[in-house]
C-alpha cells in the first residue's frame, strides 16, 4: 500500500463537505488496495469513523460507512479548528537549554576569555530561580523594542 496525501485529501474533504452524513460505499481491499489502506491510515488517526473489517485468515480487508469525525474537520480548517481555541500551548524552556545559549552567545562575543571564563562559572552555579527571573526580564526588554520586535514578529510569522 502507498500512501497517497492527496486522495486523503479529496476524501477528507468530500465527507466534509457531506458532514454529518457519511459514504456507505464499501472499499475492499481484494478491489483497491490502496485506498482501502489510506482509509484505514486515516481511521486509525481519528479523522475518519468507519465500519472496517480485517480479515486475519484471507487477509482482505474492507471499510464502509465512513464519516469524517470532529478531528477530522479541525484537520482540514486553516485556523486548527476548534481544538486551535480550547487547547492552550504551554512553552518550556529548562535551564539547561538556556544556559547552553547563553554559554554560546557569550563564546561568540568579542571579550577577553576571563571575562567569558567569569560569566559562564556564574551561570553555571546560578539556582534555577534565577533564570526564570532571566527569561522575564529578556522577555520585558524585548517588548520594549517595539520596532525591533514588530520586524522580528513579521520574519518569524509572516509567510
Same mark, same amino acid.
Given at each position: 500500500?502507498?500512501?497517497?496525501?492527496?486522495?486523503?485529501?479529496?476524501?477528507?474533504?468530500?465527507?466534509?463537505?457531506?458532514?454529518?452524513?457519511?459514504?456507505?460505499?464499501?472499499?475492499?481491499?481484494?478491489?483497491?488496495?490502496?485506498?482501502?489502506?489510506?482509509?484505514?491510515?486515516?481511521?486509525?488517526?481519528?479523522?475518519?469513523?468507519?465500519?472496517?473489517?480485517?480479515?486475519?485468515?484471507?487477509?482482505?480487508? !474492507? #471499510?464502509?460507512?465512513?464519516?469524517? /469525525? %470532529?478531528?477530522?474537520?479541525?484537520?482540514?480548517?486553516?485556523? =486548527?479548528?476548534?481544538? *486551535?481555541?480550547?487547547?492552550?500551548?504551554?512553552?518550556?524552556?529548562?535551564?539547561?537549554?538556556?544556559?547552553?545559549?547563553?554559554?554560546?552567545?557569550?563564546?561568540?562575543?568579542?571579550?577577553?576569555?576571563?571575562?567569558?571564563?567569569?560569566?559562564?562559572? !556564574? #551561570?553555571?552555579?546560578?539556582?534555577? /530561580? %534565577?533564570?526564570?527571573?532571566?527569561?522575564?526580564?529578556?522577555? =520585558?526588554?524585548?517588548? *520594549?523594542?517595539?520596532?525591533?520586535?514588530?520586524?522580528?514578529?513579521?520574519?518569524?510569522?509572516?509567510?
Amino acid at each position: 500500500m502507498k500512501l497517497n496525501r492527496a486522495s486523503q485529501l479529496e476524501f477528507l474533504t468530500k465527507l466534509r463537505d457531506m458532514y454529518p452524513e457519511g459514504l456507505s460505499e464499501c472499499f475492499d481491499s481484494d478491489n483497491d488496495f490502496d485506498t482501502t489502506g489510506n482509509l484505514f491510515y486515516l481511521l486509525e488517526h481519528g479523522l475518519i469513523k468507519a465500519s472496517a473489517v480485517k480479515d486475519k485468515i484471507g487477509s482482505r480487508s !474492507a #471499510i464502509a460507512n465512513i464519516k469524517i /469525525t %470532529a478531528k477530522g474537520i479541525d484537520f482540514l480548517e486553516d485556523d =486548527g479548528g476548534i481544538n *486551535a481555541i480550547l487547547k492552550k500551548i504551554t512553552v518550556k524552556i529548562d535551564c539547561d537549554s538556556i544556559k547552553e545559549l547563553l554559554f554560546s552567545t557569550i563564546q561568540s562575543q568579542d571579550m577577553q576569555e576571563s571575562e567569558k571564563s567569569r560569566l559562564k562559572k !556564574a #551561570i553555571k552555579s546560578a539556582p534555577a /530561580t %534565577a533564570f526564570s527571573e532571566f527569561i522575564k526580564q529578556l522577555v =520585558g526588554q524585548s517588548l *520594549a523594542r517595539g520596532p525591533e520586535l514588530i520586524s522580528l514578529i513579521q520574519n518569524t510569522f509572516s509567510s
